[in-house]
């Protein structure tokens, strides 16, 4: 989601801001370092490696959640540490660096991937040029297409088991301690929260005020939604779908603990602005959203900086 928000959000969030006097006379420079499967303390290393090598920021967005209960979750089913990198992204660089562990299914199931990446990067980047709602329309619903198909062969991938290796040269992390169900989410929940405190650390000492933002997702939500847009965006064969509906709600009561305790991040729960749009705003059954949804979500989160403790902006002027 935050690869596609930079791509199509980005410049909506810049005109959002560039309405306040404050941002105006400002040249806004978005930088995007998202990417597919990102969770926490992925972000989290992210943000001290690109520190370490002297970047700088003047303010920082952080938007995340679907992936650390969804990815997470996965890394547990498949005998992998929550803290680990994505599984479903894990596992094809094991099967390419150590290809005996590649089946001919699985072969064919990641050549499947690539090519649907390749076509939902030129879309988006298509649809964020485009200015004709007709064209638009047609984009859209082509994108929506190619991203189920993408996300249906994610999941196809996930569920083909791999070659067992004794002799790879890459070791992935098993979990760390036994988890149920219950304790699983709390863990996920205290590692999501605990990295953002820490990226939060990180920038203050640096002056660098640090916007987290928790991304809205149709498994948890009160939305009322269209025939066709239910069609596209909920499934019960969603591998998703059961993590987000136990996740989401122990993410938010985390982060509301956490905002009990100290006032120093500024937190916003996004999940619920989508909630009186009529048209639809989710694509497919997994986390992404149409342009509608993009915009709303860009226009939450220029709101939210602008009607924050203004204390920040003094670090800005």
């Known amino acids: 989601m935050g690869v596609w928000f930079c791509q199509v959000g980005a410049s909506r969030l810049v005109g959002d801001l560039k309405q306040n006097g404050f941002f105006k006379t400002k040249e806004l420079i978005t930088l995007c370092f998202s990417h597919e499967g990102y969770k926490q303390p992925q972000e989290l290393l992210l ?8 970047q700088q920021f003047d303010l920082v967005i952080n938007i995340d959640g679907f992936n650390d209960v969804a990815l997470s979750s996965l890394n547990a089913e498949h005998g992998i540490d929550i803290s680990m990198p994505s599984f479903q992204h894990l596992d094809p660089l094991i099967n390419l660096v150590n290809q005996s562990t590649l089946t001919p299914d699985k072969l064919q199931s990641l050549a499947a991937i690539g090519r ?3 076509r939902l990067n ?11 709602a007709s064209i638009n ?10 991203s189920n198909k993408y996300r249906a062969e994610l999941a196809n991938f996930a569920r083909l088991p791999s070659n067992p290796s004794t002799s790879s040269i890459i070791t992935v992390t098993p979990a760390v301690t036994t988890r149920d169900r219950t ?22 000492a640096r002056g660098v005020p640090y916007f987290h933002f928790l991304q809205p997702n149709q498994y948890h939500t009160t939305r009322t939604f269209g025939v066709a847009e239910a069609k596209a965006a909920l499934s019960d064969e969603s591998p998703f779908k059961r993590s987000v509906e136990k996740g989401y709600p122990v993410l938010v009561a985390a982060s ?28 497919d059954n997994c986390c992404h959203y149409t342009l509608v949804g993009y915009r709303i979500l860009a226009d939450f989160i220029a709101d ?12 800005n002027h």
Do not use: C
């Open 183 to 204: 304790t699983l989410f709390d863990d996920i929940a205290k590692n999501w929260m605990t990295s953002s405190m820490l990226m939060n650390d990180l920038l203050t």
């Open 47 to 54: 943000l001290a490696y690109f520190l370490s090598i002297g």
């Open 256 to 283: 509301q603990s956490w905002a009990s305790k100290t006032n120093t991040m500024r937190f916003f729960d996004a999940t619920h602005i989508f909630e009186r749009e009529a048209a639809p705003v989710y694509i």
């Open 137 to 146: 329309f047609v984009l859209d619903q082509y994108h929506q297409i190619v």
């Open 304 to 315: 939210s900086i602008l009607h924050s403790d203004g204390s920040w902006k003094a670090a």
């Open 116 to 118: 649907y990446k390749v």
């Open 122 to 132: 030129s879309l988006t980047e298509a649809i964020g040029r485009n200015r004709i």
